[in-house]
Nanobody
């Protein structure tokens, strides 16, 4: 069992930055692919960024060049650095841990981008 707890959400003006963190329990964190998803009001949950167990990354086109995902296997954390935020980035952001036959979600953290 893996428990995920997100933090770092909040209110920011357009053009600002936020750093989300996801803390994971369990000693096998390094074997999981980690991802950040988001869900805006009235929309489906979408993949924002992912990082494999080996450190390869993948980003949604809408955030490329603005967001950076990273992981620290010594601290069991995955981070999402979000720069140049736009109002359309407003959503609840969820952390996900996945490996074959295993899939875990955090409860989410709200990011609001508004002037």
């Amino acid at each position: 069992q893996v428990q995920l707890v997100e933090s770092g959400g909040g209110f920011v003006q357009p053009g600002g930055s936020l750093r989300l963190s996801c803390a994971a329990s369990g000693s096998i964190f390094s074997t999981f692919a980690m991802s950040w998803y988001r869900q805006a009001p009235g929309k489906q949950r979408e993949l924002v960024a992912a990082i494999t167990a080996r450190g390869s990354t993948n980003y949604a086109d809408s955030v490329k060049g603005r967001f950076t995902i990273s992981r620290d296997n010594t601290k069991n954390t995955v981070n999402l650095q979000m720069n140049s935020l736009k109002p359309e980035d407003t959503a609840v952001y969820y952390c996900n841990a996945a490996r074959p036959k295993m899939d875990y979600w955090g409860k989410g953290t709200l990011v609001t981008v508004s002037s």
